[in-house]
C-alpha cells in the first residue's frame, strides 16, 4: 500500500471480528486510495493486507482486552500511555481511538452514536466505554466523517460542531453484489419476507417475530427469514424464531446465498430500533425489494419516500405493515420500486470514493498548515 504520496495510517482493527456493513464500507474506501494510505494497522501491527482467521482472532481478542483495560481504570493509561504515530491516523471506528494519543490531524468514522443514545442495546460497560472516547474526541477535535445526516445530527447534539471537518459519506452499494452466482438456501419457501442484519436486540427482531405471528402470514403461507450472526441479544431472538411457526433462521450467509434471498423475497423487513446507515435497506431496493422500516431516521435517509413506514415499536403496527408488504400489487410494487431506486442512485461507490478521497485530501491540506474551511452544516 505504500508510495510516495502516502500521508495516513489506518486503523482497522474493526476487520479482526466484524463482516457487517460497516467492514465493508471501510474496507472499500481504503481500497479507492490506496496512495494515500501508508499501511493499515490490526490492533497496533502495520500489515499490508489483512492477517489470517487465526491471527485474526487472537489480535481481536488482545484488543478487547486492551480497550477493556484502558476504559475502566486510569492506571494502566498512566503506567502505559496510550500510543502515537508520526502520521495521521484514520480511524475506522471511535472504539479504535482508545489505543492512541488523539491528535487534530486525526480522522474518526463515527458510523452512529447508538452506545450513548440507546445503551441498553449493548453489553453493560459499552456506553461508559464510547462516553470516555467521545470526551477525548471533543478535546482532540479530529476531522469526523459520518455515514448519513442522522448520525451527524446526532453527534453535534452531543459533542458539539467545532470541528475541521464533519463530512458525510454515504456507504456505497457493494460492487458486484446484484451480480454473481445464486445458491438457494435450504429450507426458504416461495413466499417469503426477508430480514438481513445482526440477529440481536438493536435489530428489533423479537418485535418483529410478533408481528410476524400476530399478523396471520404463516397460516396464509407465508414465511419469514432472518439471516445474520449474532449480537448482543441474539439468544431471546433464536429462541422465540424456534417456537414461532413460519419463522427461518439461516444464520450467516454468504454472498451467493444473499443474493438468493433479495431475488427471491416478496419484500425487506427491516424496522430496527438503531441504524447507522441501512445497508442492506439500500441492497434490498437495488434487487428490486420494497422495505419495510423504521420511521425517521437513517433508514428514512436511505430510502425516501416510497418504503412502507411503522413504528419500531409498535407491535401491531408492524404487522399491519407486513400484511400490507405481502398483499402488494405487482403495479403498486414496481412503482414504488422505481420511486426508491431514485433514492439510492446517491450511493455509488465513484460517489463515495470521490467524496472519500475529497476529505482526505483536506484533512491533510489542514494538518499541513493549509487548513481550509470548514464542512460543518449550515
Same mark, same amino acid.
Not at 133 to 146: D, K, L
Not at 353 to 374: M, N, T
Given at each position: 500500500?505504500?508510495?510516495?504520496? @502516502?500521508?495516513?495510517?489506518?486503523?482497522?482493527?474493526?476487520?479482526?471480528?466484524?463482516?457487517?456493513?460497516?467492514?465493508?464500507?471501510?474496507?472499500?474506501?481504503?481500497?479507492?486510495?490506496?496512495?494515500?494510505?501508508? /499501511?493499515?494497522?490490526?490492533?497496533?501491527?502495520? #500489515?499490508?493486507?489483512?492477517?489470517?482467521?487465526?491471527? @485474526?482472532?487472537?489480535?481481536?481478542?488482545?484488543?478487547?482486552?486492551?480497550?477493556?483495560?484502558? /476504559?475502566?481504570?486510569?492506571?494502566?493509561?498512566?503506567?502505559?500511555?496510550?500510543?502515537?504515530?508520526?502520521?495521521?491516523?484514520?480511524?475506522?471506528?471511535?472504539?479504535?481511538?482508545?489505543?492512541?494519543?488523539?491528535?487534530?490531524?486525526?480522522?474518526?468514522?463515527?458510523?452512529?452514536?447508538?452506545?450513548?443514545?440507546?445503551?441498553?442495546?449493548?453489553?453493560?460497560?459499552?456506553?461508559?466505554?464510547?462516553?470516555?472516547?467521545?470526551?477525548?474526541?471533543?478535546?482532540?477535535?479530529?476531522?469526523?466523517?459520518?455515514? /448519513?445526516?442522522?448520525?451527524?445530527?446526532?453527534?453535534?447534539?452531543?459533542?458539539?460542531?467545532?470541528?475541521?471537518?464533519?463530512?458525510?459519506?454515504?456507504?456505497?452499494?457493494?460492487?458486484?453484489?446484484?451480480?454473481?452466482?445464486?445458491?438457494? =438456501?435450504?429450507? =426458504?419457501?416461495?413466499?417469503?419476507?426477508?430480514?438481513?442484519?445482526?440477529?440481536?436486540?438493536?435489530?428489533?427482531?423479537?418485535?418483529?417475530?410478533?408481528?410476524?405471528?400476530? @399478523?396471520?402470514?404463516?397460516?396464509?403461507?407465508?414465511?419469514?427469514?432472518?439471516?445474520?450472526?449474532? $449480537?448482543?441479544?441474539?439468544?431471546?431472538?433464536?429462541? #422465540?424464531?424456534?417456537?414461532?411457526?413460519?419463522?427461518?433462521?439461516?444464520?450467516?450467509?454468504?454472498?451467493?446465498?444473499?443474493?438468493?434471498?433479495?431475488?427471491?423475497?416478496?419484500?425487506?423487513?427491516?424496522?430496527?430500533?438503531?441504524?447507522?446507515?441501512?445497508?442492506?435497506?439500500? $441492497?434490498?431496493?437495488?434487487?428490486?425489494?420494497?422495505?419495510?422500516?423504521?420511521?425517521?431516521?437513517?433508514?428514512?435517509?436511505?430510502?425516501?419516500?416510497?418504503?412502507?413506514?411503522?413504528?419500531?415499536?409498535?407491535?401491531?403496527?408492524?404487522?399491519?405493515?407486513?400484511?400490507?408488504?405481502?398483499?402488494?400489487?405487482?403495479?403498486?410494487?414496481?412503482?414504488?420500486?422505481?420511486?426508491?431506486?431514485? @433514492?439510492?442512485?446517491?450511493?455509488?461507490?465513484?460517489?463515495?470514493?470521490?467524496?472519500?478521497?475529497?476529505?482526505?485530501?483536506?484533512?491533510?491540506?489542514?494538518?499541513?498548515?493549509?487548513?481550509?474551511?470548514? /464542512?460543518?452544516?449550515?
Amino acid at each position: 500500500m505504500n508510495g510516495a504520496t @502516502s500521508i495516513f495510517d489506518c486503523e482497522f482493527t474493526l476487520a479482526l471480528n466484524n463482516r457487517t456493513g460497516k467492514y465493508f464500507f471501510c474496507k472499500e474506501m481504503i481500497e479507492s486510495s490506496p496512495d494515500l494510505i501508508a /499501511s493499515c494497522l490490526y490492533w497496533r501491527l502495520p #500489515m499490508q493486507r489483512p492477517p489470517s482467521r487465526m491471527v @485474526s482472532r487472537l489480535l481481536g481478542r488482545a484488543a478487547r482486552i486492551e480497550v477493556e483495560l484502558r /476504559s475502566e481504570t486510569s492506571f494502566v493509561n498512566r503506567v502505559l500511555p496510550p500510543g502515537s504515530r508520526r502520521r495521521p491516523i484514520i480511524f475506522t471506528d471511535p472504539r479504535e481511538c482508545i489505543f492512541y494519543r488523539l491528535k487534530q490531524s486525526d480522522i474518526v468514522i463515527c458510523h452512529d452514536m447508538g452506545p450513548v443514545t440507546h445503551p441498553q442495546l449493548y453489553d453493560p460497560g459499552v456506553k461508559h466505554l464510547y462516553e470516555t472516547i467521545f470526551r477525548q474526541i471533543q478535546q482532540a477535535q479530529p476531522h469526523m466523517i459520518f455515514v /448519513s445526516e442522522a448520525s451527524r445530527s446526532d453527534f453535534i447534539a452531543r459533542c458539539g460542531d467545532d470541528y475541521p471537518l464533519l463530512e458525510v459519506i454515504h456507504p456505497p452499494l457493494r460492487k458486484g453484489m446484484k451480480d454473481g452466482a445464486l445458491r438457494a =438456501v435450504e429450507g =426458504v419457501p416461495q413466499n417469503y419476507v426477508l430480514t438481513v442484519g445482526s440477529i440481536g436486540a438493536r435489530k428489533n427482531q423479537m418485535r418483529l417475530i410478533q408481528a410476524f405471528a400476530a @399478523s396471520g402470514l404463516a397460516s396464509a403461507g407465508y414465511a419469514y427469514v432472518i439471516c445474520g450472526g449474532p $449480537e448482543p441479544g441474539a439468544e431471546p431472538v433464536v429462541d #422465540m424464531a424456534r417456537r414461532t411457526p413460519g419463522v427461518i433462521l439461516p444464520g450467516y450467509v454468504d454472498d451467493a446465498e444473499l443474493r438468493w434471498l433479495y431475488r427471491n423475497a416478496l419484500g425487506f423487513v427491516l424496522p430496527s430500533l438503531l441504524e447507522g446507515f441501512g445497508l442492506p435497506a439500500a $441492497e434490498a431496493i437495488h434487487h428490486g425489494l420494497v422495505p419495510l422500516l423504521s420511521s425517521g431516521g437513517a433508514l428514512q435517509e436511505v430510502a425516501g419516500d416510497s418504503a412502507i413506514y411503522v413504528d419500531p415499536l409498535d407491535v401491531a403496527d408492524i404487522a399491519a405493515g407486513m400484511v400490507m408488504l405481502a398483499g402488494l400489487s405487482r403495479e403498486e410494487r414496481n412503482r414504488r420500486v422505481e420511486q426508491s431506486l431514485l @433514492s439510492i442512485d446517491r450511493f455509488s461507490p465513484e460517489t463515495a470514493a470521490a467524496r472519500w478521497r475529497a476529505a482526505l485530501l483536506q484533512a491533510a491540506s489542514a494538518s499541513a498548515g493549509e487548513r481550509p474551511a470548514s /464542512s460543518r452544516p449550515q
